[in-house]
Structure formats: C-alpha cells, structure tokens
C-alpha cells in the first residue's frame, strides 16, 4: 500500500474515533441529566420535572396535565429501590420529533410495588455557544 492510502486510512479512523467520542461524551452529559431529571420525579416534584423539560415538552403538555398523569403512573409504583441504565444510545431522528440530537435512555428500575420495571427517557442534545453540551428533556 501506498503511504498516502495509509494516511488516508488513518485520517478516517481518527476522525471516526473523535466522532464516536464527542457521541460518548453527549451519551454521558445525557445520562447525568437524565438521572437529575427522574430524582425530580421521585420525589414528587412534578412542577419541577417540568420545568426542566425541552420547550418541545412542554409545549405539548401543559404543566397540570403532566402532574396528573405522572402522578397516577408514578405512586402506585412506591418509592425506588434501585434504578441502572440498562441502554444509552444517540440519535439524530425519533419518531413524532423534530430533527435533532438525542439519546434515548432506558433505565432498569426497582419499585417498592413493582420489582422489575423498564424506564425511558430522551434527553435533547445541543451545543451552547461557548461549544459546551447542554441537554434538555
């Protein structure tokens, strides 16, 4: 092989591998906030919850509504008695949403009534312009 095909090659897996880093890093700010965002919900703090959700959210669910309906979900479960991310994973088109950076999340959780339960939650990705990540739900 020629040297410039070898460099060619290298280029495109190091240009590969920042790609599938700067995901990684998004997956991880996505995970963090996503963790802050249901310990919202844990403890009841549904106005909250709301608050800190994407404008899209929000624009779809008044804040009443979503207290209600999370409310008649959520405690019946009882409280958590344990909650891993099962999955994490990025992506630029969800169904029902406009274009833009995601990372669906699902979380296996404990529930003092119910042992075993699969949570999702899909934080917004975007990038501040000082080139930081912020995340949105």
Same mark, same amino acid.
């Given at each position: ?7 060619g090659i ?5 240009? #590969?591998? =920042? ?9 991880? !700010? ?5 963790? +802050?965002? @249901? %310990? ?18 929000? #624009?779809? =669910? ?9 409310? !008649? ?5 009882? +409280?958590? @008695? %344990? ?20 990372? =669906? ?11 075993s339960a ?20």
């Amino acid at each position: 092989m020629t040297r410039k095909f070898m460099v060619g090659i290298a280029m495109v897996v190091l240009i #590969a591998g =920042v790609a599938v880093a700067a995901d990684t890093d998004k997956e991880k !700010a996505a995970v963090t906030a996503a963790e +802050k965002w @249901v %310990s919202l919900v844990d403890a009841g703090d549904y106005t909250a919850s709301w608050k800190e959700a994407a404008e899209y959210f929000r #624009a779809a =669910v008044s804040s009443e509504q979503w207290a209600q309906t999370i409310q !008649a979900v959520r405690e019946p479960l009882g +409280k958590v @008695v %344990s909650r891993k991310v099962k999955t994490r994973t990025y992506s630029t088109s969800l169904p029902g949403a406009p274009d833009g950076e995601y990372v =669906v999340i699902q979380f296996d959780t404990s529930f003092g009534n119910k042992k075993s339960a699969l949570e999702t939650v899909t934080p917004c990705v975007t990038e501040t312009v000082a080139g930081e990540c912020q995340v949105t739900l």
